[in-house]
């Protein structure tokens, strides 16, 4: 059951930007398997993608060509075409190639994407031959049907949209996003596709998505696998009435990139609230930090320590599980006495021990709650960083156990 | 169930080095939680320790004494005195107090040990009280009720003794162990102890334990969690008729250094076989790697995928799973099409992708296997690393989250 996530809230179209969806039987007949996008001539694309040394063989297209005025993005499920080598990469080439030849596009201009089951090639005929059914369907106002669309395992569609007004003119965000890294079984993937009607140059949308990313999409881990397929784009059309924002230091940079930021963080949050067999939202905030890495390195011993996992499934406030990991963390010169943890507003460790005043039955009411934060207080410095996460439940070992069977 | 682990074998006695057992009802009344163990004067002791910067209050002690000459080493179950702060210290420092009290040897020269349950100050009058009984007990014939004394969640005992010939005399060397890491319940530690009776020089014995720990206790991994406790413990009472092993490349020490490897080792693999909830030993085999910090990465990558061990639970060769940790290992401009991957002896992945010639069945036979091995070739150098882990398993989430209520 996703925590706190329900049905889709409106999706605001955005000018410019089509969504067309199709069903090519490629797992199971009958699903919707298949998402065109169009971006309207004129449109900016900026893209992040898997940091995994395997990555499958769209990502690979996508880096090369995102320095191509991409104008389509061809989205399958079913099938992730990763681990699959050169008739792989043939596959992919050739999906891109028949939309390029409906549109009337260069190959180049179509940036495709697979997210299903690893290590069979992809099925290109069974999806160059629905390509004029998505085309057909293409329609500014089809977001929460390509929300479906994208979907693999994910129980519910993820959707998010900000309307803002900048410079005077009203600029539309929006997105849609699905399965969060490898939490989803045999490497489905996480996927994310927001776009604005802003006016803006390229170089700056794809900064733009790289902070955004980072305060995100990046920022969250159901068990630490990073997927072959992991994708995440920035498409502004340049529709809405308005200057094009040329400047990383202005105003409405700043408007536009807290539309972005707020669509994105909501986009991968929705990820973790419906991570796999998830029973908790679990926030986990590192303040006091000398670095950035430093920050990270704790919350992530933190996100990832199975102990710590399965007592937030218990909803046991097993303190010294979180002590442990943060004294694994690997901080160079980590003093002990110094830190102080926080499950909620509860202080349960000072100075590295048990806090005097901490009772259990206030550190069993915070766990309890579906959404719960863990913040550590490191005392060394000024810098902060936060993560979002899941606890490990029978169901997680369910799912993944029996995926394949 | 634990993987491959019988009864105790044979434990030969140990010239010089005596074990006594006593019960003081720290956390249940009539189990055995308190052993003593006595190095004869001349003894020369080595140790290592928990790398977790919140480590407790005993390894603080054990770290400061190892240059005292240590002639008793004190060990309590059901209690891990860590994250007790000053008042933790003072109980363990009372503790070693009164068996050197008892024994007329100094404070400094007793080492104490602590496993449990963490954050409750150690129940140091409770253990006291039972030292008389304890060294009453001691008896070079003991290490199998030791074996048992200083075990928490574990199913079994843990012990190997081998005993070779060195320069003519006949030497033995004898260990017992206990749970693994921060795989028990709640910080539960793994501790081995080995004695031999071999004749050595002090800082020759640290570094053959160093180098045995890094090929034992120091490769294996159940959940990546590191406990505050983990303590490994090498004793040379010196009362074999040989002369003193002074040289690090001589005949002799590396005789013996095999025979400690070989105990310690099997120490090591029985608490991976002893993990909680394990269904699966699992051996990880890294060859070719440039280095051998780039080798451990990758193995470890695989060893804590949740997603691997869950399909290692659920017999499944699902190798997708194992190319993409490869891939998020980290590996500095990791060449993917160089790497082949083998469960046992058949190849699963060549050149990054599917084996030819593989098929589903080959790898779901190994899988059925209670022990099965994953190796993984980088082609990139000629370093090798090895691991020891197990799979993740219902049982494992139901013991961890149900352990404290």
Redesign the interface.
């Known amino acids: 059951m996703p925590v706190g996530l329900g049905p889709l809230p409106v999706l605001h179209p955005v000018r410019g930007f089509r969504l067309g969806i199709a069903s090519a039987g490629i797992k199971r007949a009958g699903r919707k398997d298949v998402v065109v996008m169009q971006a309207a001539p004129g449109s900016v694309i900026a893209g992040v993608f898997t940091?995994?040394?395997?990555?499958a063989a769209p990502v690979t297209l996508c880096r090369q060509r995102l320095a191509h005025a991409p104008q389509y993005l061809l989205v399958n499920t079913g099938n992730a075409n990763?681990?699959?080598?050169k008739p792989g990469m043939q596959a992919a080439l050739r999906t891109c190639e028949a939309l390029a030849e409906l549109t009337g596009v260069q190959a180049e201009q179509v940036l495709p994407f697979s997210t299903g089951?690893?290590?069979e090639i992809l099925p290109a005929d069974k999806i160059i031959a629905v390509l004029p059914q998505a085309l057909a369907d293409l329609d500014e106002n089809h977001w929460a049907v390509a929300a479906e669309g994208i979907m693999t395992t994910d129980t519910l569609p993820k959707g998010c949209s900000r309307q803002v007004s900048i410079g005077g003119a009203q600029v539309t965000v929006t997105g849609i996003s699905k399965g969060a890294g490898?939490i989803r079984?045999?490497?489905a993937t996480m996927l994310g596709y927001v776009a604005t009607d802003a006016k803006i140059a390229q170089p700056l949308l794809q900064q733009m998505l790289r902070t955004a990313a980072d305060l995100s999409f990046n920022r969250i881990t159901i068990?630490?696998?990073?997927?072959?397929n992991d994708s995440c784009m920035l498409i502004a059309t340049g529709q809405a009435d308005m200057l094009e924002i040329t400047e990383h230091d202005s105003a409405e940079y700043r408007q536009l990139a807290e539309a972005v930021n707020t669509v994105m963080l909501e986009l991968a949050q929705a990820i973790v609230r419906d991570g796999e067999g998830a029973t908790k939202f679990v926030t986990i905030r590192v303040n006091g930090g000398a670095t950035q890495g430093e920050c990270l390195d704790v919350a992530y011993a933190v996100a990832?320590?199975?102990?710590i996992k399965?007592?937030l499934?218990?909803s046991?406030p097993?303190?010294?599980?979180i002590?442990?990991?943060?004294?694994?963390a690997g901080?160079e010169n980590?003093d002990?006495e110094k830190i102080d943890v926080y499950l909620d507003d509860v202080c349960i460790?000072r100075?590295?021990?048990?806090a005097e005043e901490y009772t259990e039955e206030q550190g069993a009411r915070v766990m309890a709650q579906a959404e719960i934060s863990i913040r550590i207080e490191l005392n060394r410095g000024r810098v902060s960083e936060t993560l979002w996460t899941t606890d490990?439940?029978?169901e997680?070992?369910?799912i993944?156990?029996?995926?394949?069977?």
Request: proline share 3%; glycine share 14%; charged share 15%.
């Open positions: 940091r995994n040394a395997f990555c990763a681990g699959t080598g089951v690893i290590g490898m079984p045999n490497m068990d630490g696998d990073t997927s072959t990832h320590s199975p102990l399965t007592a499934f218990a046991d097993n303190w010294g599980r002590l442990a990991a943060v004294g694994y901080v980590l002990v460790t100075h590295g021990g048990r490990l439940s029978h997680y070992v369910r993944n156990a029996e995926y394949r069977t």
